[in-house]
T-cell receptor
Framework: GENVEQHPSTLSVQEGDSAVIKCTYS??????FPWYKQELGKGPQLIID?????GEKKDQRIAVTLNKTAKHFSLHITETQPEDSAVYFC????????????FGPGTRLSVLP | KAGVTQTPRYLIKTRGQQVTLSCSPISGHRSVSWYQQTPGQGLQFLFEYFSETQRNKGNFPGRFSGRQFSNSRSEMNVSTLELGDSALYLCASSLSLSYGYTFGSGTRLTVV
């Protein structure tokens, strides 16, 4: 089955700096890759997603890149702010065949003021 | 627009008991999935329903079951509770199988 690895497990950055979180997946049939942000006491919130027919997607300060050949995808957050502090999860799924996501173990991001 | 609503938010049960958790998806969403979140195992897929039919099931024992009603609301049931079932149970809904899911805030189940 699918296996998703995520690095680093914790990340601390200064406010205004960039943060990068990387994930790798094992199943080449996976074609949908969402990123979720989870704040304390809340459920995961979808922040950006990418499908396998696209190499990069951007939404304001957040971007995701996908390398299908290497089977890895990354989340980039620029100009980080304290409210970006949270746990971030990547996930992979086979999209149209069913949304049973396999999640990475998560990255705890701390943005220091 | 109301989000995904899960009830109850917190629950304490004794080993051996059973429990039913409820999820009301976003209006118009027909697909509902359930996940278990624990510090040790992370987010693990339980099952997924679309139009009252179970489409996928994760690797959990038969003590975990679920169903979806005609109004897309969903319930999950855990029978013969074990201490290891203590977790945050998350429900997520989507317009269809092809869209990203919106999660609820979860039900925190503690088994004592």
């Amino acid at each position: 089955g699918e296996n998703v690895e995520q690095h680093p497990s914790t990340l601390s950055v200064q406010e205004g700096d960039s943060a990068v979180i990387k994930c790798t997946y094992s199943d080449s049939a996976s074609n949908y890759f969402p990123w979720y942000k989870q704040e304390l006491g809340k459920g995961p919130q979808l922040i950006i997603d990418i499908r396998s027919n696209v190499g990069e997607k951007k939404d304001q300060r957040i971007a995701v890149t996908l390398n299908k050949t290497a089977k890895h995808f990354s989340l980039h957050i620029t100009e980080t702010q304290p409210e970006d502090s949270a746990v971030y999860f990547c996930a992979a799924s086979k999209g149209d065949y069913g949304q049973n996501f396999v999640f990475g173990p998560g990255t705890r991001l701390s943005v220091l003021p | 627009k109301a989000g995904v609503t899960q009830t109850p938010r917190y629950l304490i049960k004794t080993r051996g008991q059973q429990v039913t958790l409820s999820c009301s998806p976003i209006s118009g969403h027909r697909s509902v999935s359930w996940y278990q979140q624990t510090p040790g195992q992370g987010l693990q897929f339980l099952f997924e329903y679309f139009s009252e039919t179970q489409r996928n099931k994760g690797n959990f024992p038969g003590r975990f079951s679920g169903r979806q009603f005609s109004n897309s609301r969903s319930e999950m049931n855990v029978s013969t509770l074990e201490l290891g079932d203590s977790a945050l149970y998350l429900c997520a809904s989507s317009l269809s199988l092809s869209y990203g899911y919106t999660f609820g805030s979860g039900t925190r189940l503690t088994v004592v």
